[in-house]
């Protein structure tokens, strides 16, 4: 079946404006993540998503970071008034609701704010 | 979650086996142990993962210590396909946020 798809794969913005970056899980997967990983660096936590329980938010790096689920599927991750620092790769994950459940990833956003 | 411990880098060549190594002396009885890899431009992909007992699946063996404290992530015969940054990664069955803590990894390079 299909994977877990992310758009756009790639976006190029200036320092001020407002990106939003899309996720579509693998259906019927109900936990979403998203993940950031910076040049050279590794993957940080941003945001977590289970069914209709309230999201665990404790990964956002500042309130310009905020993202939604709508429908229990698609999510979409928004950065307001970027920064040169947010550079990055942005990568979602799904997976099965239950603990130890395998995490399948998107081939992530690749984000440059000039 | 507790931390794990890799070499930054390994080499091998081409189709003899690869041992990755993984510390976690800090282990919790409640961490299972998994392994994920990321190959160049994709998104991490799951390898393996164990509690107490050795694992085999179609892409690796894991080696888990007797006191739990290191494992092994072993492939067989490396192809140039393997050549990735590994994951050691313990995830408490208690973590009801059930995110993955990434840390710095083994970039496995595979010379042919």
């Known amino acids: 079946g299909a994977g877990v798809s992310q758009s756009p794969s790639n976006k190029v913005t200036e320092k001020g404006k407002d990106v939003e970056l899309r996720c579509d899980p693998i259906?019927?997967?109900?936990?979403l993540y998203w993940y950031r990983q910076s040049l050279g660096q590794g993957l940080e936590f941003l945001i977590y998503f289970q069914g209709n329980s309230a999201p665990d938010k404790s990964g956002l790096p500042s309130d310009r970071f905020s993202a939604e689920r709508t429908g229990g599927s698609v999510s979409t991750l928004t950065i307001q008034r970027t920064q040169q620092e947010d550079s990055a790769v942005y990568l979602c994950?799904?997976?099965?609701?239950?603990?130890?459940?395998?995490?399948?990833f998107g081939p992530g956003t690749r984000l440059l704010v000039l | 979650d507790a931390k794990t411990t890799q070499p930054n880098s390994m080499e091998s060549n081409e189709e003899e086996p690869v041992h990755l190594p993984c510390n976690h002396s800090t282990i919790s009885g409640t961490d299972y142990i998994h392994w994920y890899r990321q190959l160049p431009s994709q998104g991490p992909e799951y390898v393996i993962h164990?509690?107490?007992s050795n694992v085999n699946n179609r892409m690796a063996s894991l080696a888990i210590a007797e006191d739990r404290k290191s494992s092994t992530l072993i492939l067989h015969r490396a192809t140039l396909r393997d050549a990735a940054v590994y994951y050691c990664i313990l995830r408490d069955v208690n973590n009801a946020g059930n995110m993955l803590t990434f840390g710095g990894g083994t970039r496995l390079m595979v010379k042919p």
């Open positions: 994950a799904s997976s099965r609701p239950r603990n130890q459940e395998t995490q399948y």
């Open positions: 164990g509690l107490t």
């Open positions: 259906s019927g997967h109900t936990a």
